[in-house]
Protein backbone atom coordinates (compact mmCIF):
# COMPACT_ATOMS: atom_id res chain seq x y z
CA UNK A 1 0.00 0.00 0.00
CA UNK A 2 1.43 3.24 -1.17
CA UNK A 3 2.10 5.82 1.34
CA UNK A 4 0.21 9.54 0.18
CA UNK A 5 1.68 12.82 0.69
CA UNK A 6 -0.09 15.84 -0.51
CA UNK A 7 2.48 18.94 -0.59
CA UNK A 8 0.18 21.80 -0.84
CA UNK A 9 -0.86 25.38 0.03
CA UNK A 10 -2.90 28.16 -1.56
CA UNK A 11 0.46 30.30 -2.14
CA UNK A 12 2.94 30.50 -4.34
CA UNK A 13 7.09 30.83 -3.69
CA UNK A 14 6.84 29.33 -0.58
CA UNK A 15 8.81 25.98 -1.50
CA UNK A 16 5.94 23.31 -2.55
CA UNK A 17 8.08 22.50 -5.52
CA UNK A 18 11.15 22.28 -4.17
CA UNK A 19 10.03 20.31 -1.09
CA UNK A 20 8.49 18.04 -3.18
CA UNK A 21 10.79 17.39 -5.77
CA UNK A 22 13.64 16.84 -2.80
CA UNK A 23 11.28 14.86 -0.81
CA UNK A 24 10.79 12.30 -3.50
CA UNK A 25 14.34 12.46 -4.16
CA UNK A 26 15.00 11.73 -0.57
CA UNK A 27 12.42 9.15 -0.64
CA UNK A 28 13.86 7.36 -3.40
CA UNK A 29 17.51 7.46 -2.73
CA UNK A 30 18.85 7.56 1.02
CA UNK A 31 15.32 4.83 1.89
CA UNK A 32 15.44 2.96 -1.50
CA UNK A 33 11.63 3.13 -1.81
CA UNK A 34 9.59 2.91 -4.98
CA UNK A 35 8.74 6.50 -5.32
CA UNK A 36 6.48 8.41 -7.74
CA UNK A 37 5.93 11.92 -7.76
CA UNK A 38 2.81 13.71 -9.42
CA UNK A 39 2.90 17.16 -10.05
CA UNK A 40 -0.36 18.86 -10.63
CA UNK A 41 1.24 22.15 -11.03
CA UNK A 42 1.16 23.89 -14.50
CA UNK A 43 4.53 25.59 -13.97
CA UNK A 44 5.75 21.83 -13.69
CA UNK A 45 8.96 22.97 -11.39
CA UNK A 46 8.82 19.78 -9.55
CA UNK A 47 8.70 17.56 -12.63
CA UNK A 48 11.20 19.19 -14.29
CA UNK A 49 13.34 19.40 -11.42
CA UNK A 50 13.49 15.76 -11.35
CA UNK A 51 13.72 15.51 -14.72
CA UNK A 52 16.89 17.66 -15.45
CA UNK A 53 18.87 17.01 -12.00
CA UNK A 54 20.73 13.99 -12.10
CA UNK A 55 18.46 10.87 -12.54
CA UNK A 56 17.36 8.58 -9.41
CA UNK A 57 14.60 6.41 -10.79
CA UNK A 58 11.85 8.57 -8.91
CA UNK A 59 8.66 8.17 -11.78
CA UNK A 60 7.69 11.73 -12.38
CA UNK A 61 4.13 12.23 -13.54
CA UNK A 62 3.13 15.51 -15.01
CA UNK A 63 -0.77 15.64 -14.83
CA UNK A 64 -3.16 17.97 -15.43
CA UNK A 65 -6.01 18.81 -13.31
CA UNK A 66 -9.26 20.27 -14.81
CA UNK A 67 -9.62 23.03 -12.07
CA UNK A 68 -12.24 25.09 -14.47
CA UNK A 69 -14.23 22.20 -15.35
CA UNK A 70 -15.48 22.55 -11.69
CA UNK A 71 -17.91 19.78 -9.91
CA UNK A 72 -16.56 16.65 -8.99
CA UNK A 73 -13.92 16.19 -12.13
CA UNK A 74 -10.79 17.40 -10.81
CA UNK A 75 -11.25 15.41 -8.18
CA UNK A 76 -11.63 12.03 -10.35
CA UNK A 77 -9.33 13.11 -12.37
CA UNK A 78 -7.16 13.21 -9.34
CA UNK A 79 -8.06 10.33 -7.77
CA UNK A 80 -7.26 8.32 -11.15
CA UNK A 81 -3.75 9.55 -10.88
CA UNK A 82 -3.20 8.70 -7.50
CA UNK A 83 -4.23 5.39 -7.99
CA UNK A 84 -2.52 4.69 -11.34
CA UNK A 85 0.91 5.81 -9.15
CA UNK A 86 -0.17 3.73 -5.95
CA UNK A 87 -0.51 1.12 -8.22
CA UNK A 88 3.48 1.03 -8.96
CA UNK A 89 5.15 2.50 -5.80
CA UNK A 90 5.54 2.44 -2.46
CA UNK A 91 5.50 6.31 -1.98
CA UNK A 92 3.63 9.09 -4.20
CA UNK A 93 4.22 12.75 -3.66
CA UNK A 94 2.05 15.00 -4.95
CA UNK A 95 3.04 18.81 -5.35
CA UNK A 96 -0.51 21.10 -5.74
CA UNK A 97 -0.64 24.78 -5.43
CA UNK A 98 -4.50 24.72 -3.98
CA UNK A 99 -7.57 26.45 -5.21
CA UNK A 100 -10.83 26.76 -4.16
CA UNK A 101 -12.06 24.96 -6.82
CA UNK A 102 -10.89 22.22 -5.27
CA UNK A 103 -12.93 19.89 -3.12
CA UNK A 104 -11.47 19.41 0.07
CA UNK A 105 -12.55 15.98 0.05
CA UNK A 106 -8.99 15.34 -2.09
CA UNK A 107 -7.61 15.66 1.24
CA UNK A 108 -8.92 12.01 2.74
CA UNK A 109 -6.85 10.30 -0.42
CA UNK A 110 -3.92 11.85 1.28
CA UNK A 111 -1.61 9.97 4.53
CA UNK A 112 0.07 12.80 5.22
CA UNK A 113 -0.79 16.69 4.06
CA UNK A 114 2.66 18.99 3.94
CA UNK A 115 1.53 22.97 4.22
CA UNK A 116 5.22 24.45 3.55
CA UNK A 117 4.91 27.99 5.08
CA UNK A 118 7.45 30.52 5.51
CA UNK A 119 7.46 32.29 8.82
CA UNK A 120 7.09 35.83 7.79
CA UNK A 121 3.72 37.41 9.81
CA UNK A 122 1.50 37.55 6.18
CA UNK A 123 2.22 33.88 5.50
CA UNK A 124 1.66 32.74 8.96
CA UNK A 125 -2.01 33.97 8.56
CA UNK A 126 -2.77 33.05 4.82
CA UNK A 127 -1.70 29.61 6.31
CA UNK A 128 -4.04 29.94 9.38
CA UNK A 129 -6.89 31.00 7.58
CA UNK A 130 -5.99 27.81 4.87
CA UNK A 131 -5.95 25.77 7.75
CA UNK A 132 -9.42 26.21 8.83
CA UNK A 133 -11.14 26.54 6.30
CA UNK A 134 -10.21 22.94 5.95
CA UNK A 135 -10.24 21.96 9.87
CA UNK A 136 -13.11 19.85 9.17
CA UNK A 137 -10.78 17.60 7.20
CA UNK A 138 -7.83 17.44 9.92
CA UNK A 139 -10.30 16.80 12.89
CA UNK A 140 -13.06 14.30 11.28
CA UNK A 141 -14.80 12.67 13.13
CA UNK A 142 -16.17 10.14 10.29
CA UNK A 143 -13.46 9.76 8.05
CA UNK A 144 -9.85 8.85 8.39
CA UNK A 145 -8.34 12.13 8.64
CA UNK A 146 -4.79 12.70 6.92
CA UNK A 147 -2.13 13.48 9.17
CA UNK A 148 -1.32 17.44 8.98
CA UNK A 149 2.73 18.18 8.92
CA UNK A 150 2.88 22.37 9.10
CA UNK A 151 6.88 22.38 7.55
CA UNK A 152 8.44 25.80 8.17
CA UNK A 153 10.45 27.20 4.97
CA UNK A 154 12.93 29.40 3.88
CA UNK A 155 13.37 29.90 7.53
CA UNK A 156 16.46 32.65 8.55
CA UNK A 157 18.67 31.95 11.06
CA UNK A 158 17.04 35.15 13.09
CA UNK A 159 13.62 33.55 12.58
CA UNK A 160 14.74 30.35 14.55
CA UNK A 161 15.66 32.60 17.42
CA UNK A 162 11.90 33.66 17.59
CA UNK A 163 8.76 31.75 19.14
CA UNK A 164 6.55 32.46 16.09
CA UNK A 165 4.57 29.28 16.28
CA UNK A 166 3.70 30.04 19.74
CA UNK A 167 2.19 33.32 18.82
CA UNK A 168 0.06 31.99 15.97
CA UNK A 169 -3.09 29.99 16.68
CA UNK A 170 -4.21 27.22 14.74
CA UNK A 171 -7.16 26.18 14.80
CA UNK A 172 -6.78 22.60 14.00
CA UNK A 173 -4.75 19.41 15.03
CA UNK A 174 -1.10 19.25 13.46
CA UNK A 175 2.53 18.46 13.69
CA UNK A 176 5.29 21.04 13.12
CA UNK A 177 8.46 20.05 11.51
CA UNK A 178 11.49 20.88 11.75
CA UNK A 179 12.27 23.77 9.60
CA UNK A 180 14.21 24.02 5.79
CA UNK A 181 16.40 26.95 6.21
CA UNK A 182 16.78 29.48 4.06
CA UNK A 183 19.58 29.23 2.06
CA UNK A 184 21.33 30.68 -1.79
CA UNK A 185 22.33 26.50 -1.61
CA UNK A 186 18.85 25.58 -2.33
CA UNK A 187 18.29 28.50 -5.35
CA UNK A 188 21.11 27.57 -6.73
CA UNK A 189 20.32 23.83 -6.57
CA UNK A 190 16.73 24.21 -7.86
CA UNK A 191 16.00 22.11 -10.80
CA UNK A 192 20.21 20.67 -10.92
CA UNK A 193 20.49 18.79 -7.72
CA UNK A 194 19.48 18.06 -4.28
CA UNK A 195 19.25 19.28 -0.97
CA UNK A 196 20.62 16.40 0.41
CA UNK A 197 23.82 16.61 -0.77
CA UNK A 198 24.64 20.07 0.30
CA UNK A 199 27.04 20.20 2.88
CA UNK A 200 25.90 22.89 4.43
CA UNK A 201 22.93 23.95 7.20
CA UNK A 202 20.64 24.26 4.47
CA UNK A 203 21.27 20.52 3.31
CA UNK A 204 21.25 19.60 6.96
CA UNK A 205 17.73 21.03 7.84
CA UNK A 206 16.07 19.59 4.72
CA UNK A 207 17.50 16.09 5.86
CA UNK A 208 15.86 16.48 9.50
CA UNK A 209 12.66 17.98 8.13
CA UNK A 210 12.33 14.37 5.80
CA UNK A 211 13.92 11.97 8.22
CA UNK A 212 10.61 13.49 10.33
CA UNK A 213 8.42 12.73 7.30
CA UNK A 214 9.67 9.30 7.82
CA UNK A 215 8.84 8.68 11.28
CA UNK A 216 5.70 10.09 10.45
CA UNK A 217 5.64 7.46 7.83
CA UNK A 218 6.70 4.73 10.09
CA UNK A 219 4.32 5.44 12.77
CA UNK A 220 1.61 5.60 10.79
CA UNK A 221 2.40 2.09 9.12
CA UNK A 222 2.59 0.79 12.33
CA UNK A 223 -1.23 2.14 13.64
CA UNK A 224 -2.38 0.58 10.23
CA UNK A 225 -0.78 -2.61 11.32
CA UNK A 226 -1.95 -2.79 15.04
CA UNK A 227 -5.74 -1.48 13.63
CA UNK A 228 -6.39 -2.89 10.62
CA UNK A 229 -9.69 -2.69 10.57
CA UNK A 230 -10.30 0.89 11.82
CA UNK A 231 -11.78 3.75 9.78
CA UNK A 232 -12.35 6.59 12.06
CA UNK A 233 -9.08 7.60 13.31
CA UNK A 234 -7.63 10.72 13.77
CA UNK A 235 -4.41 11.64 12.61
CA UNK A 236 -1.30 9.21 13.22
CA UNK A 237 0.09 11.97 15.39
CA UNK A 238 -2.35 14.28 16.21
CA UNK A 239 -5.14 14.56 18.24
CA UNK A 240 -3.43 16.45 21.37
CA UNK A 241 -5.78 17.79 23.31
CA UNK A 242 -8.06 15.02 22.16
CA UNK A 243 -10.29 15.73 24.96
CA UNK A 244 -11.54 18.65 23.25
CA UNK A 245 -11.58 17.97 19.38
CA UNK A 246 -12.85 20.54 16.81
CA UNK A 247 -12.39 23.27 19.23
CA UNK A 248 -8.78 24.17 18.69
CA UNK A 249 -6.67 20.76 19.12
CA UNK A 250 -4.31 22.57 17.55
CA UNK A 251 -1.42 23.45 19.79
CA UNK A 252 -0.45 26.95 19.07
CA UNK A 253 -1.61 29.85 20.92
CA UNK A 254 -3.10 27.99 23.25
CA UNK A 255 -2.56 28.98 27.45
CA UNK A 256 -3.29 25.66 28.60
CA UNK A 257 -1.79 23.79 25.54
CA UNK A 258 1.90 22.42 25.07
CA UNK A 259 3.28 24.50 22.30
CA UNK A 260 5.91 21.31 21.48
CA UNK A 261 3.97 19.56 18.34
CA UNK A 262 7.06 18.34 16.23
CA UNK A 263 6.98 15.04 14.83
CA UNK A 264 10.14 14.64 15.60
CA UNK A 265 9.98 16.52 19.35
CA UNK A 266 6.25 15.09 20.49
CA UNK A 267 6.77 10.96 19.51
CA UNK A 268 10.47 11.24 21.03
CA UNK A 269 9.83 13.13 24.02
CA UNK A 270 7.04 11.00 24.95
CA UNK A 271 9.36 7.72 24.57
CA UNK A 272 12.19 10.06 26.63
CA UNK A 273 9.44 10.79 29.31
CA UNK A 274 8.43 7.26 29.69
CA UNK A 275 12.09 6.07 29.71
CA UNK A 276 14.29 8.97 31.74
CA UNK A 277 13.60 11.07 34.68
CA UNK A 278 11.97 14.04 33.96
CA UNK A 279 15.41 15.89 35.15
CA UNK A 280 17.24 14.23 32.17
CA UNK A 281 14.43 14.60 29.50
CA UNK A 282 15.21 18.30 28.19
CA UNK A 283 19.10 16.95 27.82
CA UNK A 284 18.24 14.03 25.31
CA UNK A 285 15.84 16.03 23.27
CA UNK A 286 19.36 17.82 23.19
CA UNK A 287 20.56 14.87 21.86
CA UNK A 288 18.13 14.07 19.37
CA UNK A 289 19.34 16.76 16.95
CA UNK A 290 16.33 18.82 17.02
CA UNK A 291 17.07 22.08 15.52
CA UNK A 292 16.83 24.88 18.05
CA UNK A 293 13.99 26.75 18.06
CA UNK A 294 12.20 23.24 18.59
CA UNK A 295 14.33 22.48 21.17
CA UNK A 296 13.52 25.21 23.18
CA UNK A 297 9.67 24.32 22.55
CA UNK A 298 10.27 21.27 23.86
CA UNK A 299 12.43 22.27 26.67
CA UNK A 300 9.47 24.47 27.58
CA UNK A 301 7.03 21.53 27.25
CA UNK A 302 8.93 19.36 29.33
CA UNK A 303 9.18 22.50 32.30
CA UNK A 304 5.18 22.90 31.75
CA UNK A 305 5.13 18.84 32.49
CA UNK A 306 7.33 18.76 35.67
N1 LIG B 1 15.01 26.84 1.50
C1 LIG B 1 15.08 27.75 0.53
N2 LIG B 1 16.00 28.75 0.58
C2 LIG B 1 16.06 29.68 -0.39
N3 LIG B 1 15.29 29.72 -1.46
C3 LIG B 1 14.35 28.75 -1.57
C4 LIG B 1 14.19 27.73 -0.58
N4 LIG B 1 13.17 26.92 -0.97
C5 LIG B 1 12.73 27.42 -2.14
N5 LIG B 1 13.43 28.52 -2.50
C6 LIG B 1 13.27 29.35 -3.70
O1 LIG B 1 11.99 29.96 -3.67
C7 LIG B 1 11.43 30.00 -4.98
C8 LIG B 1 10.09 29.30 -4.95
O2 LIG B 1 10.28 27.94 -4.60
P1 LIG B 1 9.28 26.81 -5.10
O3 LIG B 1 9.73 25.53 -4.51
O4 LIG B 1 9.13 26.87 -6.58
O5 LIG B 1 7.92 27.29 -4.40
P2 LIG B 1 6.40 26.99 -4.79
O6 LIG B 1 6.36 25.66 -5.47
O7 LIG B 1 5.66 27.02 -3.49
O8 LIG B 1 5.97 28.10 -5.71
C9 LIG B 1 12.44 29.31 -5.90
O9 LIG B 1 13.22 30.29 -6.52
C10 LIG B 1 13.30 28.49 -4.94
O10 LIG B 1 14.62 28.32 -5.40
MG1 LIG C 1 5.61 25.08 -7.38
Known sequence: ?????????QKGGVGKSTVSANLAAFFRRRMALETTLIDWDSHGSSS???????????????????????????ILEARLHLRRAA?????????LTWSDAIAAELMFEFDLVIV???????????????????????????LR???????????????????VFSMQRFP???????????????????????LMDARNDCGQSFLEFARAVCEARDISMREKESQPKRH?????????????????SGILGQASASPQHSVLGQHRQRKVLEKEPASLAARSM?????????????RSSVDSKL
Not at 50 to 70: I, R, S
Not at 286 to 298: E, H, K, N, V
Request: glycine share 6%.
Open 1 to 9: MAYKILVTS
Open 48 to 74: TWLKQAPQLGVVVLHEHLPLDKGGNRP
Open 87 to 95: SCSEIVVCD
Open 116 to 142: PTSVSEIEMATTAGFLSRHRWVFDSAT
Open 145 to 163: SPTLLLCPTRVTVEQLEKD
Open 172 to 194: VSFMLAPPVLESQTARDLFQRGY
Open 232 to 248: AVGPVLGRRNSSAPGTG
Open 286 to 298: TALGIPQFLRRMA
